[in-house]
């Protein structure tokens, strides 16, 4: 059975750096993509960031420049290093893990950027 647990998450002052880990129950060379996404109250889940099993990556806009994504094979953990945070970064993060038409989430954790 696949499990992602992520964290890392917390409070933190707008400008400021979070550094959140996906730490998966089996090999991450099983999934083909791995991911996070966000979420806030009444909005739908947005892809963040998200990693190839060959490494490429891509991010969504308004997080470029800003967020890496990265991935320890060895630990089978994917990390999301975020800095210079924003308030409108505040959301519940979810690390996603697909291959194909199978997806398996994380709990999520939550991240508020605030003063």
């Known amino acids: 059975q696949v499990q992602l647990v992520e964290s890392g998450g917390g409070l933190v002052q707008p400008g400021k750096s979070l550094r959140l880990s996906c730490a998966a129950s089996?090999?991450?060379?099983?999934?083909?993509?791995m991911a996070w996404y966000r979420q806030v109250p009444g909005k739908e889940r947005e892809l963040v960031a998200g990693?190839?099993?060959?490494?490429?990556?891509n991010y969504a806009d308004s997080v470029k420049g800003r967020f890496t994504i990265s991935r320890d094979n060895a630990k089978n953990t994917v990390y999301l290093q975020m800095n210079t945070l924003k308030a409108e970064d505040t959301a519940v993060y979810y690390c996603?893990?697909?291959?194909?038409?199978?997806?398996?989430w994380g709990q999520g954790t939550q991240v508020t950027v605030s003063s």
């Open positions: 089996v090999s991450i060379f099983s999934f083909s993509v």
């Open positions: 990693i190839t099993s060959g490494g490429r990556t």
């Open positions: 996603n893990a697909h291959n194909g038409p199978l997806h398996y």
